[in-house]
Every structure is written in structure tokens, then in C-alpha cells.
């Protein structure tokens, strides 16, 4: 049997951005290419794996989706297989996603189920987004690789160990990314008369952004405008030519982020008159809910509540994005919360999951495929 903490350690020690997944991609190329037989095929795109295992007597194919790309973060753990990389971190848990998938395969190679399964090893879910070209690719060039229906998991630090945790329809949020860059005549610190100080608009831009979820959007309905970066200026005796804020936005619906964008617009434009500068918006990269298919999200808890191992609940929707949400709204799929026990949450630099649902989940998936 491979060793899943071997694994999951030598990736997590060679993160790397969305479609940069150079040495990812090769590590998990040659794992896969030793374990492979004459019922697996290998097919590249971009930084990313496909590997269908055939079945005994398939009638359907399965997806088992899992994300390859790190974050932009100094690993602070101390651990002795942290980051090799400066800067990058497997901090959303996608060393451990990548193990588990590779756990399935194993299984899958060596015991073949009756139906065919295709595992996706996909490229930048953190940004700039990999699920969206990836169906485009598979749609156009490889339509026989697509599953008739798809599935994964994502960790969560918050849940004890052995916990799945899911629900049918709404699981994750809509999200877009945003970047809002403000322009104005900077100056001498001295002179500030003379200049329009983008320290300043960049300052009212980001209190003014906080009246859109308090006084914009419904109280019955939900969303989160988060700036988690601004940066404004070159010097301290320097008034401010160039701001910028990045951030993101999360709602429970499509129309709201259309109405949140909206307001978003509006008072950029009320900060180009009141502030006397330019400001343009960027909304990068934009994710669909992830939508659970309300069968699949049934059987899937009632299947998981009769496992030894597994403590099945029901979880809430969260405001995390996923790409994943590109998958279920073309197939029936379901995403999963699995617990991972961990002090630190998503997206934190001391974040150290439990490596021992390396030794529940690949058994669990595979039984669970196996059941359906
Ligand atoms: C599970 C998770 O943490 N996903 C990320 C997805 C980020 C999408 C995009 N870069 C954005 O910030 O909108 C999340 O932050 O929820």
C-alpha cells in the first residue's frame, strides 16, 4: 500500500500557485504512472490529471474531483516537511485533497469497481479558477472523460476527525474576486491642496464598502464584502498618487452579487467625483455556488451515518467559493465537508490537519463508490 503521509508531506513541501502546478503535476504523474495497469489511462491539460481506472461491466462513469494548487502564504507551522517553497503554503488543505485522491486510486487500480471512475486532479481552485476551462477542454476534446456525476471533498480544520459534514442543495457561496485601483495627483506631503491623496479615497472607498451588506442587502438574505488587502502610496512624506484594494465577494445568489457589484460601481463612481480621481474595478475571477444534488447529498449521509468510522452530520452553507460549483451546475455532484481536527482554520499559516483521515477517507470514498 502507498504511504498517504509520504505523499501528502512531499507535496506539501512543493506548493505552487494556480496553473504554475509544474512539479506538482510531475510528482503526481510518476506516483501515478508506477501504480498504473492496461485499465487506466493518463490524460494531461494544462498543469493538471485526468485518470480514468475502467470498470468491471461500467454503465456510468464517476467524477472524483480534487484541487492541486497552493496559496500565497509563509507556511508558519514549524513542521520538518513545511513549505520548500518561499511564500507558498498548502493552507486550504489541497496536499491533503491530492493524498486522498491518490488513496482512492490505489484502491480503485487494485480492486476495480463495476462502473468506471474518472479523477481529476484540477488546477488553480484558489484563483484564477480551474473547473470552468477544465469542462470547456473536456467538452471539446475529450467528452468521454466526463463523469455523469461528480464528487469531492474539502477539509475542515473545525471538524473532529472522522466527521463528514454536508447538505443538499446550497453548500458553498457565489464568489468574485475584486480589485478597485484609485488614481489621483499625488504630491508633496506639505501641499496636500495641491494633490487628491489616494490614502485618503482609498480610506472612504473601504468604509463606504461596508454599508453595502448592512444597508444594501436584505437581512433575510446573506453575503460578505471582505478587503483583505490595501495598499496605497510609495513614501511617508509622499501623498498618495495610487491605491488598491483586493478583495472578494460572496453571496447566496447569482442576482445578489449582480446587485452587490451594483453598489459596488456606485460608489466608486460617487469616490471619482468626491475625491477628484479615476477608479477602475477588476472582478478577476468569479465563482458559481456549489449546489448539491439533494439525492446524492441524502444517500450520501445515510450511507456515511452507517460507517464505523464516520460520524455523519448536516452541515450549514458557507460563504467559502469553490470552482466546484462549476461541476454541479452541469452535473448532479456533492461536495463534502470532511473533519480534520486542526487548532487553525482554512487560509492560516499554522494550519496542520490531521493526517489520519488520510487513513479513513481513501476506504471510506471507495466503499461509498462502490455502494452506488
Ligand atoms: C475553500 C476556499 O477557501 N476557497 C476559496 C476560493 C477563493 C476564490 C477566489 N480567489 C476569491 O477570493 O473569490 C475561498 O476563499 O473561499
Known amino acids: 500500500m502507498m504511504d498517504l503521509i509520504q505523499v501528502r508531506r512531499e507535496l506539501h513541501q512543493i506548493p505552487e500557485l494556480g ?30 490529471l485526468i485518470v480514468k481506472v475502467s470498470g468491471i461491466k461500467p454503465k456510468r462513469t464517476f467524477g472524483w474531483r480534487t484541487d492541486i494548487d497552493g496559496l500565497p502564504i509563509q507556511e508558519a507551522t514549524g ?4 513549505s520548500q517553497h518561499e511564500g507558498l503554503m498548502h493552507a486550504c488543505g489541497h496536499d491533503i485533497h491530492m493524498a486522498i485522491a491518490i488513496g482512492l486510486l490505489e484502491r480503485l487500480i487494485k480492486e476495480p469497481i463495476g462502473d468506471d471512475v474518472v479523477i481529476l486532479f484540477q488546477p488553480a481552485e484558489e484563483g484564477p479558477g480551474g473547473a470552468e476551462p477544465l469542462l470547456a477542454w473536456l467538452d ?15 477539509i475542515a480544520p473545525e471538524l473532529a476527525l472522522g ?5 443538499p442543495g446550497l453548500l458553498f457561496a457565489n464568489t468574485s474576486e475584486l480589485f478597485i485601483d484609485l488614481h489621483g ?5 506639505a501641499f496636500p491642496h495641491h494633490t487628491r491623496d489616494m490614502a485618503v479615497a482609498a480610506a472612504a472607498l473601504l468604509m463606504q464598502l461596508q454599508t453595502i451588506v448592512s444597508r444594501n442587502v436584505d437581512p ?5 464584502l471582505t478587503v483583505g488587502k490595501l495598499t496605497a502610496g510609495t513614501v511617508q512624506n509622499i501623498i498618495a498618487e495610487n491605491a488598491r484594494l483586493e478583495g472578494t465577494i460572496r453571496t447566496l445568489t447569482p442576482d445578489s452579487m449582480m446587485r452587490v457589484k451594483k453598489r459596488i460601481e456606485a460608489l466608486c463612481r460617487s469616490i471619482e467625483e468626491g475625491h ?17 444534488d439533494p439525492e446524492l447529498a441524502e444517500s450520501f449521509l445515510a450511507f456515511a451515518s452507517q460507517s464505523q468510522e464516520i460520524t455523519a452530520i448536516r452541515a450549514e452553507a458557507a460563504m467559502t467559493g469553490e470552482d466546484f460549483g462549476y461541476f454541479t451546475e452541469r452535473l448532479p455532484g456533492l461536495m463534502f465537508w470532511a473533519g480534520v481536527g486542526s487548532e487553525f482554520g482554512l487560509h492560516h499559516a499554522k494550519l496542520v490537519p490531521d493526517e489520519k483521515v488520510l487513513e479513513l477517507m481513501p476506504d471510506f470514498l471507495y466503499n461509498y463508490f462502490n455502494s452506488l
Open 19 to 48: 496553473f504554475q502546478e509544474v512539479k506538482t503535476q510531475r510528482f503526481l504523474k510518476n506516483i501515478i504512472s508506477d501504480m498504473a495497469n492496461d485499465r487506466v489511462e493518463v490524460a494531461e491539460w494544462r498543469t493538471g
Open 163 to 167: 466527521t463528514v459534514a454536508t447538505k
Open 79 to 82: 513542521l520538518p516537511f513545511a
Open 276 to 292: 477628484e480621481c479615476s477608479v477602475t474595478i477588476d472582478y478577476g475571477a468569479s465563482y458559481r455556488q456549489v449546489d448539491n
Open 140 to 154: 471539446q476534446q475529450r467528452p468521454d472523460l466526463l463523469p455523469d456525476q461528480i464528487f469531492a471533498l474539502h
Open 185 to 189: 495627483k499625488g504630491g508633496h506631503a
Open 220 to 224: 433575510m438574505d446573506s453575503a460578505v
